[in-house]
């Protein structure tokens, strides 16, 4: 990997970078919040991103592109296969991404780096193309860059079977079969996503920099531990800065949703609540739940007898029980989405019932609210167990022989979380990481001085 050599930022703009996001939510929010960061510093930032999301983005201080996937109308759902998508979106992306690159030739701030997805590889190949840097951006845990990596290189064996149990990776607490990612466990699961997740490594030793979404105090072993194979500059938590430092004036959201937000509607409801009191029960933009699931998690929300909020996507209403609304009405409220950072800052809000997303636990970690972890696929998994055994802010939910968490487990969780001996340690551990991840953005700290380098370097470079 090149080395760019520093220098004191100047005041004036300097370098133009292009972020390139996976067109997900999940995606576009962290890669999005960066092109604000280096916006702040003085960057061009512009995001690229496809027809079908480019409509979401609203960030006044960062520039919008729209570039092709080849399914304009529709997005992922319009291909309806992993494989067909991410062909197609090689194929067209390359084409549209160096039309945005030529656009800007002419003028006064041309593109210096390409910032992309690590689910893109093919947009470094066009950075270089174009005799430019290229920047890759991991979007989830420095821990699981650490097993994806390894199992690319031929550093790791896939586990056959759970005797192959506990998975030992240097640099990372001893993995049991249910703390595995789910490629790893069932490799055959989904061919596609696996072959997506190695994929990333295929070309990163051409990237100038590579950039995570964590911080040194919660990963950096895990990060240094593979830091031959993947020298990761930790730069998260890619949060709003509202919720942090407070640096970006008025950055209290992503500035991107492809769901119209209930905000207004879920804080009236939550005013109205004690400090504490309120479970907030959210599974992300993709997880999809069982009827069965939906009703074991319904009943033991209501057996807890405590306040709710749960966002019910539109696509998973008529998995919820006919008799859970009317039942629950004092107790509960059913949204299908809000603005989840405002609601995990509410002081009425005691706990997280989480999938165990990489963003959702970095949310949470950020605002200090204890979690109930309650992971469903891939990553969250082993994101789970950092949640209660490394990093103690919660407690994992665990299933049955069937794969599904019953409504006992859940009423136990949530006592353990928001009540007793264990919740004490649990609140004091949240408050703790909310302290370490508003000090690694802030001024002179870990993950600031990592971006300040990385401008420093192409403001160098544009001297030059």
């Not at 029980?321 to 629950?328: M, N, R, Y």
């Not at 649990?426 to 380098?453: H, L, P, Q, R, T």
Request: glycine share 8%.
């Amino acid at each position: 990997m090149s080395q760019l050599t520093s220098a004191t930022p100047k005041k004036e703009v300097g370098g133009h970078v292009v972020v390139v996001p996976y067109p997900s939510q999940g995606h576009i929010n962290p890669l999005l919040q960066f092109a604000k960061r280096l916006a702040s510093k003085g960057i061009k930032a512009t995001i690229a991103t496809t027809h079908y999301t480019v409509s979401s983005i609203c960030a006044p201080q960062v520039g919008v592109e729209p570039i092709s996937d080849g399914f304009d109308q529709g997005g992922f759902a319009e291909a309806k296969r992993e494989d067909l998508y991410i062909e197609s979106f090689k194929s067209n992306g390359s084409k549209t991404l160096s039309q945005v690159i030529k656009k800007y030739l002419d003028t006064s701030n041309p593109v210096s780096c390409i910032v992309y997805d690590s689910f893109l590889p093919w947009a470094l190949d066009v950075a270089k193309q174009h005799g430019l840097y290229g920047a890759s951006f991991f979007t989830n845990s420095a821990t699981i860059c650490n097993i994806f990596c390894r199992i690319h290189h031929g550093l790791l064996t896939l586990p056959v079977n759970i005797e192959d149990m506990p998975l030992l990776v240097p640099g990372l607490p001893p993995l049991n079969f249910h703390d595995l990612p789910t490629f790893v466990r069932f490799p055959q699961s989904n061919p596609a996503y696996l072959a997506m997740k190695l994929n990333q490594y295929s070309n990163l030793d051409k990237a100038d920099w590579i950039f995570d979404n964590t911080f040194e105090e919660l990963e950096g072993e895990e990060a240094r531990s593979v830091s031959q194979q993947w020298p990761g500059k930790l730069i998260g938590p890619m949060v709003p800065s509202a919720y942090l430092d407070g640096r970006i004036k008025g950055d209290k959201g992503y500035g991107s949703s492809l769901w119209k937000p209930l905000s207004g509607e879920c804080i009236e409801w939550l005013e109205t609540k004690p400090e504490k009191s309120v479970v907030y029960i959210s599974f992300g933009s993709m997880v999809s739940l069982t009827a069965e699931q939906m009703e074991e998690l319904a009943q033991g929300f209501k057996e807890s007898n405590l306040h709710f909020l749960w966002v019910v996507r539109a696509s998973q209403l008529d998995q919820l029980p006919k008799w859970f609304t009317d039942s629950t009405k004092e107790k509960g409220l059913i949204v299908s989405w809000c603005n989840q950072l405002e609601v995990l800052e509410h002081k009425a809000i005691g706990c997280f019932v989480t999938h165990c997303g990489w963003n959702s636990t970095l949310e949470g970690l950020s605002l200090g609210v204890p979690m109930v972890g309650v992971p469903q696929w891939a990553d969250q998994l082993t994101d789970a167990k950092y949640i209660e055994e490394i990093w103690e802010v919660g407690v994992r939910a665990k299933e049955d022989d069937k794969g599904i968490v019953r409504k006992e487990e859940i009423i136990k969780c949530l006592k353990q979380v928001m009540e007793g001996e264990r919740s004490q340690e649990i609140k004091k551990n949240a408050i703790k990481w909310k302290k370490s991840a508003k000090k690694a953005v802030s001024e002179g700290g870990s993950s600031d001085k990592n971006i300040d380098e990385f401008v420093n370097s192409l403001m160098s470079s544009k001297d030059n």
